[in-house]
T-cell receptor, first 115, second 115 residues
Framework: AQSVTQPDIHITVSEGASLELRCNYSYGATPYLFWYVQSPGQGLQLLLKYFSGDTLVQGIKGFEAEFKRSQSSFNLRKPSVHWSDAAEYFCAVALSSGGSYIPTFGRGTSLIVHP | IAGITQAPTSQILAAGRRMTLRCTQDMRHNAMYWYRQDLGLGLRLIHYSNTAGTTGKGEVPDGYSVSRANTDDFPLTLASAVPSQTSVYFC??????????????FGSGTRLTVV
C-alpha cells in the first residue's frame, strides 16, 4: 500500500527565516506529488504539484518543492517565512491504479511562526 | 465561483440518527472523494468515485455510504451515527483527462459532532 510520511508534527520558525518541510513516500514508481496548506477552520489549498519533468517545482505564495527520486522525497521550502504562513501543511501522493488516482495524505506538519 | 459546495457547515447529531452530508461541484470533474480529518491523523479517505455511476471504498468506509447519480453530486450518508464519527468531513474532486490529473479541489468542510 502506498504511504507518505511527514516526520515533523510541528515546526517553529522565526519570521523571515527559511523553511523546509519534509515529505517521504514509499512506492516503487514515481507518484504524482502535491503539497497543500490548510489555514485554521478552512479547507485545503493546493500549493504546488509535481507530475514529471523539472524536479524543482514552483508554487504559490513563494513556495517551492524539490523531487528527489533517490531519496523518495518531496520537501517543501520557502526562503523567507511570513507570519501569514502559519498553518497546517499536508503532503500528498497519488499513483495511477486502474485508471484512478486516489491521493494519500500525510498526517500534516503544523507550522508556527514567531515574530 | 467554480468550486465545491458542502452542506451543512456544521451539525450536532444525536447518536443513532441518520445524516447525509451534501457535496456539489460545478467544475465537471470526473472524480470525487470524501475524507475525514481528525487531529493527529491527517485526512483519511472514506469513499471515492472515479466517474458518475461508480464508487469505491477508501481506508475507513465502515458506517458510511455514498452514491454518484450524476457528475456534480456526491452525498455521504451516515446510516446510524456513532460518537466516533465526530470529525471534520471534506469533499474533494479532480479532473482526469488523458491519463493525468489536474490536482484536487477541496470544499470548506462539514464539522460533525455526534453526541
Amino acid at each position: 500500500a502506498q504511504s507518505v510520511t511527514q516526520p515533523d508534527i510541528h515546526i517553529t520558525v522565526s519570521e523571515g527565516a527559511s523553511l523546509e518541510l519534509r515529505c517521504n513516500y514509499s512506492y516503487g514508481a514515481t507518484p504524482y506529488l502535491f503539497w497543500y496548506v490548510q489555514s485554521p477552520g478552512q479547507g485545503l489549498q493546493l500549493l504546488l504539484k509535481y507530475f514529471s519533468g523539472d524536479t524543482l517545482v514552483q508554487g504559490i505564495k513563494g513556495f517551492e518543492a524539490e523531487f528527489k527520486r533517490s531519496q523518495s522525497s518531496f520537501n517543501l521550502r520557502k526562503p523567507s517565512v511570513h507570519w501569514s504562513d502559519a498553518a497546517e501543511y499536508f503532503c500528498a501522493v497519488a499513483l495511477s491504479s486502474g485508471g484512478s488516482y486516489i491521493p494519500t495524505f500525510g498526517r500534516g506538519t503544523s507550522l508556527i511562526v514567531h515574530p | 465561483i467554480a468550486g465545491i459546495t458542502q452542506a451543512p457547515t456544521s451539525q450536532i447529531l444525536a447518536a443513532g440518527r441518520r445524516m447525509t452530508l451534501r457535496c456539489t461541484q460545478d467544475m465537471r470533474h470526473n472524480a470525487m472523494y470524501w475524507y475525514r480529518q481528525d487531529l493527529g491523523l491527517g485526512l483519511r479517505l472514506i469513499h471515492y468515485s472515479n466517474t458518475a455511476g461508480t464508487t469505491g471504498k477508501g481506508e475507513v468506509p465502515d458506517g458510511y455510504s455514498v452514491s454518484r447519480a450524476n457528475t456534480d453530486d456526491f452525498p455521504l450518508t451516515l446510516a446510524s451515527a456513532v460518537p466516533s464519527q465526530t470529525s471534520v468531513y471534506f469533499c474533494a474532486s479532480s479532473a482526469l483527462a488523458g491519463g493525468e490529473i489536474g490536482g484536487y479541489t477541496f470544499g470548506s468542510g462539514t464539522r460533525l459532532t455526534v453526541v
